[in-house]
C-alpha cells in the first residue's frame, strides 16, 4: 500500500512540480517588477512612491486571502506603515508561539545626480526580499493545515532610514502580546543575486539545533552562527537585541548595492525562486519542531548593556626583582604571586578596556638579604581580543597600574641604604589564551618610578608571571 502510494506521489511530484516551480518564478519576477516600476519612484520611506508599494503588498496579499494589517507608525512628523499578515496556526498548544519573517520594502527613493533625477529602483535591495516574502504568505496561508507554530510576515518600512519599521514592531508586535512569543525571526535582505553562489546565513547559532534546522540539501548554505559585521545591519537587529534567535539571510552585496543600476533586470529568479523553496520547507520544519528554543548566545554587538560588562578572577606566580641602574649592589630573581578580579567592559567585539583590583605578594633579593612586600595593584589596560574559534582566541592586554605597599618585611642591614616609597606607578603588558571562560599567558610589570626613597640605589620593581583567568560571564 505504502510502495503504491509513494509510487503515484513520485509520479504526481514529477509531473506539477516544474509547473509549479516556473509558475513560482513568474510570480516572483512579476512582484519584483511591479516593486521596481519607475512609477514607485524608488520607494522611500515616507513618500508616496512608499505608499503605493505598501498598497500593492496589500492587495496582493488580500487576493491570496491573507489577514493583514497596515501598522502605522509616526517617524519625526511623518507616517511610515509596516505591511503586518498573520496566518494562524489551529494547534491547541503551540500555537501562540510564532514564527516571523521579515523583510523591507522601501528604498532610497529619487535622487538628484549632475541635475538629472535618477531612481534608485532597488530590485536586490528589498524588491527581492519583498517579493519572497509575499510568495511566503500566500503558500503559508493555503499550506495553513501544515503549520503548529503560527507564521507572522511583515515588510517593514524605513529599513534605509534607520531600522524604523522594524524597530517599531519589535516594541509594538501587533497583533501579539508579548514580543517573546515570537521564537524565531528570520530576515530576507537582499536574495536576488544567487547565481549558483551559496546563500549567506547567519545567527544559526542563537537558536539550539539551529544547524540541524537550516541545513539542506537542495541549496548551497553558507551558514556562520553569529552576524558580527556591523556593515550588514538590517531589520533582525532589533530582533536580536531583544534575545530572539534571529536569522539574516542574504545573497550578499554582489549586486550594484545602493547604486541606480540595481535593476529588475539583473535579478536572479531561478535562484529566487530556490531560495523562496527553501525557507518554506526550514519554515515548515521550524513551526513543527517540539521545542524551539534560543541558545541564549548571541554576536556581541546584540548584547545588551548589562552583556558588554564582563567580570572575571585571576591569579599569577612567577618571578620578580628590584632592578638596580646604579649603585653598588645588584638584584637577583625572587617571586610574586598575587590574586584579584577584574571588571571588562566590552566596547566592541575586538576591544575591550579593564580595570582590576589585584593583591600580590612578593620577595626580592639583594646582597644584604630578602625583601618581602605586598602591594595593592590597580592595573587599567586596553585588551585586543581576537576570535580564533568559536571559543577560543586571543588577547593582548597593555596598560598601566598604580600600586600601594601594604606592608614590607626587610633585615636591618638593608634599612641603610633601602627606603621604599609607598607608591608606584608602571605598566603592564600580558598575553593570554582565551579557552572558553578560562584564559592562561604571561603578563610582566614594569615599575616605572624609583622605589627608594633612600641613598644610593635607583630601584625599579618588575615582575614575569604566569597567569590564569577565570571569566565568571562571557
Ligand atoms: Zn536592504
Known amino acids: 500500500m505504502s510502495k503504491i502510494r509513494t ?192 546563500l549567506k546565513i547567519s545567527g544559526i547559532g542563537m537558536i539550539e539545533n539551529g544547524k540541524t534546522l537550516f541545513e539542506s540539501d537542495k541549496i548551497k548554505i553558507n551558514a556562520k552562527r553569529f552576524d558580527h559585521s556591523m556593515f550588514t545591519d538590517s531589520d533582525f537587529s532589533c530582533f536580536a537585541k531583544k534575545q530572539i534567535p534571529s536569522i539574516s539571510i542574504t545573497t550578499g552585496t554582489k549586486s550594484p548595492y545602493h547604486k541606480p543600476e540595481d535593476d529588475a533586470e539583473l535579478i536572479d529568479y531561478q535562484g529566487m525562486n530556490d531560495i523562496c523553496n527553501y525557507i518554506y520547507d526550514v519554515v515548515i520544519k521550524a513551526s513543527n519542531e517540539p521545542v524551539l528554543k534560543s541558545s541564549g548566545k548571541s554576536a556581541t554587538r546584540h548584547k545588551q548593556k548589562s552583556d558588554m560588562v564582563s567580570f572575571g578572577l585571576n591569579a599569577s606566580i612567577g618571578s620578580a626583582r628590584q632592578n638596580y641602574h646604579f649603585g653598588n649592589v645588584t638584584g637577583r630573581n625572587g617571586y610574586a604571586f598575587d590574586a584579584g578580579l577584574f571588571m571588562q567592559y566590552n566596547k566592541y567585539r575586538f576591544l575591550a578596556f579593564r580595570i582590576g583590583a589585584e593583591i600580590e605578594r612578593n620577595l626580592t633579593k639583594r646582597i644584604e638579604g630578602q625583601m618581602m612586600m605586598t602591594n595593592l595593584y590597580i592595573p587599567f589596560s586596553i585588551v585586543l581580543q581576537s576570535p580564533l574559534q568559536e571559543s577560543i582566541g586571543l588577547n593582548l592586554i597593555f596598560g598601566g597600574y598604580f600600586a600601594n605597599n601594604l606592608c614590607m618585611d626587610m633585615p636591618s642591614e638593608m634599612e641603610k641604604n633601602v627606603s621604599i616609597r609607598p607608591n608606584d606607578i608602571g605598566l603592564t603588558f600580558s598575553v593570554e589564551m582565551r579557552i572558553g571562560s578560562f584564559g592562561f599567558g604571561v603578563s610582566n610589570r614594569y615599575g616605572l618610578l624609583n622605589m627608594n626613597k633612600g641613598s644610593l640605589d635607583r630601584i625599579n620593581y618588575s615582575s614575569g608571571t604566569f597567569r590564569i583567568v577565570y571569566y565568571i560571564n562571557r
Open 7 to 198: 509510487i503515484v506521489c513520485l509520479i504526481l511530484c514529477l509531473s506539477i512540480s516544474p509547473t509549479l516551480k516556473a509558475q513560482q518564478t513568474d510570480i516572483l519576477r512579476k512582484d519584483v517588477f511591479t516593486l521596481c516600476s519607475d512609477s514607485l519612484e524608488g520607494r522611500k520611506a515616507f513618500s508616496s512612491g512608499g505608499v503605493k508599494a505598501m498598497n500593492y503588498i496589500c492587495s496582493e496579499l488580500q487576493q491570496a486571502d491573507v489577514n493583514i494589517y497596515r501598522q502605522k507608525f509616526k517617524y519625526s512628523n511623518q507616517i511610515g506603515c509596516n505591511v503586518v499578515a498573520v496566518v494562524e496556526s489551529d494547534d491547541k498548544e503551540l500555537k501562540d508561539e510564532y514564527i516571523l519573517i521579515g523583510a523591507h520594502y522601501d528604498h532610497l527613493g529619487i535622487k538628484n545626480k549632475q541635475g538629472k533625477t535618477v531612481i534608485y529602483n532597488g530590485a536586490d535591495d528589498n524588491a527581492s526580499g519583498t517579493a519572497i516574502l509575499m510568495q511566503l504568505a500566500r503558500r503559508m496561508q493555503k499550506d495553513r493545515h501544515l503549520l503548529k507554530r503560527s507564521i507572522i510576515l511583515v515588510a517593514f518600512d524605513a529599513e534605509e532610514e534607520g531600522l524604523i519599521g522594524s524597530r517599531y514592531f519589535s516594541e509594538n508586535p501587533m497583533p501579539i502580546s508579548d514580543i517573546h512569543q515570537i521564537k524565531l525571526m528570520i530576515n530576507l535582505d537582499m536574495v536576488g543575486w544567487l547565481k549558483d553562489d551559496a
